[in-house]
Every structure is written in structure tokens, then in C-alpha cells.
């Protein structure tokens, strides 16, 4: 069943997606409500499983970084009596996961994975995800630049590194 938030929830909810380091002092003056209310709430939706965990969003191309990522789409075979989340849930505990995704459209599913060269991105598809009972099809795309994630931007300006068009 779904939880229905109050309006205090809903704004320290939307404050710490935005800004996950934001102290209770800072919720607390945003929103008009002791310190001890702030802790109080952010321990219960954190006991509910709302808040899940606190994490920064890294810049990964600012850095040397030899780790290559995939999105994956997947057609699979919904099982009897669960659909697609049997599968979905196999896929999710494959240790290369970081993301997985029911989504409409032409795939099923959308697979984020990582890993250390283009070589192990694919021997992880051809031999763990393809592998897996109820995956039919998988089209591998690897990540080659993030613009934006989870409402962040990653690049402050909009230069080009493109030559002008002489006609």
C-alpha cells in the first residue's frame, strides 16, 4: 500500500533529492520546523524504506577512470504468476547491475552495468544476463557522455568543440 505524505514530508523529501548533504538545521529553517521534527521525520521515512540511502552524484568524466558503462535493453518471457519481476529481480542481483528498469516500448527492460573494459561488459551479457531464463534479446549500448543525471547537469556551458560550417 502506498503512504500518503504530509506536506513536511513532501518538502524535506524534494530538499534532500536536491541536496542530499543539507543539514537538519538548513530542513528545519527551509520549512519552518524544529530540529527535533526534522529528525523525527527523516527517521521515519528512512524506517519506511522512503528515504532508501544518501548519495552524491560524481562526475565520473572529470576523472581518469577506466570503468566502462552499458545500458542494455532487454526483451524477456514474463514468467506465470509473476511477470516480469522475477526476472527483473534476477537480473537486479547480478552483482554488474546498477540499474534495472521496467519501461514500455519496443524492450522490456533497460539494464545499467558497469565494469572494467568493453570485453567483460560483454562477456557479463553473453554469459550471465543472456543466460538467464525468460531473456530473449539483448542490444547492448555503451555510455559514451552524460549530459545530465537526476536533474543535474554535468556541463556548465554550452561551447562546442564543432568547427562553423563555411557555405
Same mark, same amino acid.
Given at each position: 500500500m502506498l503512504k500518503p505524505l504530509t506536506t513536511e514530508e513532501l518538502k524535506i523529501l524534494n530538499l534532500l533529492e536536491d541536496n542530499s548533504n543539507i543539514t537538519d538545521?538548513?530542513? #528545519?529553517?527551509?520549512? *519552518?520546523?524544529?530540529?527535533?521534527?526534522?529528525?523525527?521525520?527523516?527517521? *521515519?521515512?528512512?524506517?519506511?524504506?522512503?528515504?532508501l540511502k544518501y548519495k552524491a552524484i560524481v562526475n565520473w568524466e572529470k576523472i581518469e577512470?577506466?570503468? @566502462?558503462? #552499458?545500458l542494455i535493453q532487454v526483451n524477456v518471457t514474463p514468467m506465470q504468476g509473476s511477470g516480469y519481476d522475477e526476472v527483473a529481480i534476477q537480473i537486479s542481483e547480478l552483482e554488474e547491475v546498477a540499474a534495472c528498469l521496467l519501461v514500455s516500448g519496443s524492450f522490456d527492460l533497460l539494464v545499467e552495468v558497469s565494469g572494467p573494459s568493453l570485453k567483460d561488459v560483454a562477456f557479463f551479457v553473453a554469459e550471465k544476463l543472456a543466460a538467464?531464463?525468460? @531473456?530473449?534479446?539483448?542490444?547492448? *549500448?555503451?555510455?559514451?557522455?552524460?549530459?545530465?543525471q537526476a536533474g543535474d547537469l554535468f556541463t556548465a556551458h554550452r561551447k562546442t568543440h564543432r568547427l562553423p560550417m563555411v557555405i
Open positions: 538545521t538548513e530542513l #528545519a529553517k527551509k520549512i *519552518n520546523l524544529s530540529e527535533e521534527d526534522i529528525k523525527k521525520i527523516k527517521k *521515519n521515512l528512512e524506517d519506511e524504506e522512503i528515504i577512470s577506466p570503468e @566502462v558503462i #552499458a538467464l531464463e525468460g @531473456v530473449e534479446q539483448t542490444r547492448t *549500448n555503451f555510455l559514451l557522455k552524460r549530459y545530465k
